[in-house]
C-alpha cells in the first residue's frame, strides 16, 4: 500500500488545526478532573462509562480496570459492561474471570449491561440491563463450571439476560440526562472533527487518540482499528505503536500469527505518555526483527516459570521494560 506525498503546507495546517482542537480536550479533562476526580477520559472507553453514569444519574468512581465505575445518591456502587451497536460483538464480555473476580460482584448493587448507539453523531446508552450483583455473580458461578478455554473467558448475551435471568430491558432517548452533559458535548463535539480532519474512526477506543498524536509527531498517518497495522508512512511502511503511562509495554496475545505480523512492520514504536498532563513523554523505535526475537524469548521464559510452579499460563502476554530496550537495539526519537 502506497499512499500519496503529503504536502509540506497541508501538513503543518493539518498539524496545526488537531493540535488546537487536542488543546481543547486537554482543558475539558483538566475541569473534569478538577470537578469529579476522574482523568484519563479518552483511553479505554472511558468515555462510554461517562455515557453510562450520565444516563443513570450516577456519580463516577476514579479509576480504570479492576475498579467499580458508578455509584448512585445512595452510595451503592454498579460495574458497567457496554457494547457498540458497530461492535461486530454483540455480547458483554468477562475477560480473565476468577472465582474471585465472579465473587465480588456479589458486593456491587448490580452490573449495567448496556448497548451504545453509536450510528449518530452523539453516541448515547439507548437501552441496557441493570443485574443485581448477587443475582449476575451467582449466574456466571454456575455457566463457568465447564469452560475451559485458557483465557477464562464469557460472553453474556441480551437473550440470557431476558430468559435465563427473567430481567427487563430499560430504554432511553438520548444521553442528555445526567450531570455530565455538559462535557459530553464538547468532548463528542470535538472529536468527531478531529475524525473527520484525520479521517480516522474511533478515536475514544484503546489508545487510538494517543495513537493519532504519536502519528502526527512521527509524520505518519494512523490506521484505523480494524488494520492489521497501527500506522503508515508516505513511502507505504506500516509500523506497530505500544503506547504506556511508564517504560513497561504490554504485547497481549502473542500468537505465532501476531509475532509475524509485527514482521511485516518497518518499526515497531514504543511510546511513554502522561496521560493526565496529555504529554507524550518519549518514543522510541525498534526493528521488529529483534523485538519479536527478544518476545519470544520471555514468552518462553514466562512458560519455564509457570511450569515449575505448577501454574497453567492462560494468556500469550509478555511486556517489555526498560531493561529491555538496550536488548532490541531501541532508539530514543523523542
Not at 518476545?295 to 502476554?317: C, I, S, Y
Request: charged share 30%.
Amino acid at each position: 500500500m502506497k499512499v500519496e506525498a503529503s504536502d509540506p503546507d497541508k501538513t503543518m495546517e493539518y498539524k496545526n488545526k488537531i493540535t488546537e482542537l487536542v488543546n481543547e480536550l486537554v482543558q475539558i479533562q483538566n475541569e473534569f478532573f478538577e470537578l469529579f476526580g476522574v482523568n484519563d477520559i479518552y483511553s479505554n472507553s472511558k468515555i462510554f462509562e461517562i455515557i453510562i453514569a450520565n444516563e443513570l444519574h450516577h456519580n463516577l468512581i476514579p479509576g480504570h480496570s479492576g475498579s467499580r465505575n458508578g455509584r448512585d445518591e445512595n452510595r451503592d456502587e454498579y460495574e458497567y459492561k457496554h457494547y457498540k451497536e458497530t461492535s461486530s460483538n454483540h455480547t458483554w464480555t468477562f475477560n480473565d474471570f476468577s472465582d474471585t473476580t465472579i465473587e465480588k460482584l456479589n458486593s456491587v448493587k448490580a452490573v449495567v449491561f448496556a448497548h451504545i448507539n453509536d450510528l449518530c453523531d452523539k453516541p448515547f446508552m439507548d437501552w441496557c440491563f441493570i443485574v443485581p450483583g448477587e443475582l449476575i455473580s451467582k449466574y456466571l458461578k454456575e455457566k463457568t463450571i465447564k469452560i475451559i478455554n485458557k483465557r477464562k473467558m464469557i460472553n453474556v448475551s441480551p437473550h440470557q439476560i431476558e430468559k435465563e435471568l427473567d430481567i427487563k430491558k430499560n430504554s432511553f432517548e438520548s444521553n442528555l440526562r445526567g450531570g455530565y452533559d455538559k462535557w459530553l458535548n464538547r468532548i463528542l463535539v470535538i472529536t468527531k472533527q478531529i475524525e473527520k480532519i484525520a479521517k480516522v474512526k474511533d478515536i475514544l477506543t484503546s489508545n487510538k487518540c494517543w495513537e493519532l498524536l504519536i502519528a502526527i509527531k512521527l509524520g505518519h498517518k494512523v490506521l484505523t482499528e480494524q488494520a492489521a497495522h497501527d500506522a503508515i508512512d508516505d513511502e507505504g511502511n506500516y509500523y506497530e505503536y505500544k503506547v504506556s503511562k511508564t517504560f513497561s509495554w504490554n504485547f497481549q496475545d502473542i500468537s505465532d500469527n501476531v509475532l509475524n505480523k509485527y514482521l511485516k512492520d518497518k518499526a515497531i514504536i514504543l511510546a511513554v505518555v502522561d496521560k493526565q498532563k496529555f504529554e507524550i513523554v518519549k518514543i522510541y523505535k525498534a526493528l521488529p526483527k529483534l523485538v519479536v526475537s527478544r518476545l519470544r524469548e520471555k514468552l518462553k521464559e514466562k512458560f519455564k516459570r509457570f511450569a515449575v510452579q505448577g501454574k497453567e499460563l492462560r494468556r500469550l502476554q509478555v511486556s517489555l521494560s526498560i531493561r529491555d530496550l538496550e536488548k532490541i537495539d531501541a532508539i530514543e526519537i523523542l
